[in-house]
């Protein structure tokens, strides 16, 4: 095979492993959502994160405007405190927003979803959001159905 | 580095085993310059072994193996290099790169050892192939060729360099006639054309007594005598003779060892 | 009749030549990766393997990624269908893919299309005295012959692992969202949603690296160690494709539980 075809055909082979990578990199993995240039961290305390993972979403109104970027453990409060990385532009949230662990679909990814206040101060750069749901955990719904089923019967 | 010595190659006292084998001990073999020098022996006792330890490609034991005063399997990857320069191998099967066409083949060790312009490379590939009559075979590419012409092309490229040395193994296996005769006259024609030392490696008696100078016979292990071919034949050795004269029966023996045959037969309702 | 005692030495034996084969592989690796050449424009060599060692085998690796794809988004959407949870479909093929599916498969296609291929060329060079030819000439046949089919190797096999995840993710998609009627919406926000750049493509990459590394090693060392004879050739083509495939295997559990 002639020398020019052959590295013409070896070259085109490389091109395509490479696009290959950025096709899985951009479109399979979502890699340019990144958080980091340009965001404000805020973060708040739940009694019960049940399976929220770091680089988990955070919404509000349902649309997704940043990232759980960590999670520890308060040793003072014995809460989880959950640190969120909001995008620069929105810089609008009343700081008595509430914060809620909320489960996507049947199979049960946790994100947190922002649900809006009504104060005139907005959340900066390491602000607390003091209003907060904790994830539902199935015990205790069943738990609670039952307590209020027994209730009923009385 | 050249020597003007009588020998070429000296081995002495080399040494060398294989898997437990002992193929040489302590052998002294002197290769005459200039000359044609058969290596002849029953099959398996190390003749290209012999050759493989003359290339390099293998290391003695013990013993020393010059070539041309230096000491091969001592040398140091750069002089290596340049000793190769000086020796042309002509393999068994030809051992043409497959993916090379018949020039690039013969240009290779020119392309290796040398800077030379594309013109020169073509003008002495061209030159050593008319020495073997290929010139015309140019642009084939191995598969193309028929056995004896792959050889041909071999040396060829062996002797693309101008080496002091070549060394053949086995050339005359497995040839027609025709090509048996033209690689025979080539042999004789190039060492004495270009003032070679030829060494060739072989069981084919006729052909190499033929045109050998010089013969050494080994077996097993140790060299059984050496001499021109006239003087080999009428040598007092038994051994010496029986090769030479291609006898079945002597020091090796025809019958692989087995006990008396009378009594085989007769045991023949025993056999298990 | 081989006693008892025999047949324990035997099995030492052939232990003690395991243990020198794998010796002579790793010296075999040493000097035909590192250390100069004296000869060579390197650099055509590579690119001519990278043809016969990558280019060549992107045929069956797309057809398969394509067929794997499919299959996968088939029997997911059956077994998913039972939790009501059809839209994760996009995501159980491409993860599947990408961590597992893609590097193993690909590593294993490329062990029997391009390993064998290479241990038979090796092997045949060996017998036909191509490799003492060279070096009677003065090349060192490690560095000619056998290092531009390792780095071809190293370099085209994640290659094609990639291409082998985006054909298969691809033929997923035409299968769940043409066919089986996902939504076309759902089948990609979900796989994005849960395919992380970092923990899923990457490693599935430095997967992919490391069987590279393993099966062209392996190939090209049966190639370059087999007898001489046909039959050699033949022994270690075989050899070469089911110690590959153990070596990925193997390789892919212990990768998996670091990773994963």
Known sequence: MRTRTLELTVGLFILVGILALLVLALRVSGLSISPGNDTYKIHAHFDNIAGLTPRAKVTMAGVTIGQVTAIEFDKSRYTARVEMAIDGNVNTLPSDSAASILTAGLLGEKYVGISVGGEDSMLKDGDRIVDTQSALVLEELIGRFLLSTVSKED | ??????????????????????????????????????????????????????????????????????????????????????????????????????????????????????????????????????????????????????????????????????????????????????????????????????????????????????????????????????????????????????????????HYPAKDFTDDLLQRGEHK | MKTLSDRIALMGASGLDVVAALGRSGVFLFHALLGRSNFGSGWNLFVKQLYAVGVLSLAIIIVSGLFIGMVLALQGYNILSTYGSEQAVGQMVALTLLRELGPVVTALLFAGRAGSALTAEIGLMKATEQLSGLEMIGVDPLKYVIAPRLWAGFVSMPLLAMIFCVVGIWGGAMVAVDWLGVYAGSYWSNMQNSVEFGSDIINGLIKAVAFAFVVTWIAVFQGYDCEPTSEGISRATTRTVVYASLAVLGLDFILTALMF
Do not use: W
């Open chain 2, 1 to 254: 580095m050249t020597d003007d010595s009588e020998f070429i190659v000296d081995l002495k006292q080399v040494t060398f085993k294989r898997g437990g084998r002992t193929i040489f001990d302590g052998v002294d073999i002197r290769i005459p310059r200039g000359k044609v020098t058969g290596i002849m022996g029953p099959s398996g006792c190390g003749k290209t072994t012999l050759l493989r330890l003359i290339g390099a490609q293998l290391r003695p034991e013990s013993g020393e193996v010059l070539v041309n005063g230096q000491d091969i399997p001592r040398l140091r990857r750069e002089a290596l290099f340049r000793a190769r320069q000086n020796m042309g191998m002509l393999f068994q099967s030809g051992a043409l790169f497959t993916d090379l066409s018949v020039f690039e083949n013969v240009a290779f060790p020119l392309r290796v050892h040398t800077e030379l312009s594309e013109d020169m490379i073509a003008d002495i590939v061209k030159l050593k192939l008319q020495a073997v009559g290929l010139r015309g075979a140019n642009g084939l590419m191995p598969d193309e060729l028929s056995g004896g012409m792959k050889r041909r092309v071999a040396l060829a490229r062996a002797i693309a360099l101008d080496p002091e040395l070549l060394m053949y193994d086995e050339p005359f296996v497995g040839q027609d006639p025709i090509s048996m005769g033209v690689l025979v006259r080539l042999i004789r024609l190039l060492n004495d054309a270009l003032g070679l030392t030829s060494i060739v490696v072989s069981h084919d008696l006729a052909e190499t007594a033929s045109i050998a100078d010089y013969l050494y016979v080994i077996a097993d292990g140790q060299v059984l005598g050496h001499g021109a071919p006239d003087e080999l034949m009428e040598s007092d050795n038994p051994r010496i003779r029986q090769f030479m004269r291609g006898e079945p029966d002597g020091p090796v023996p025809f």
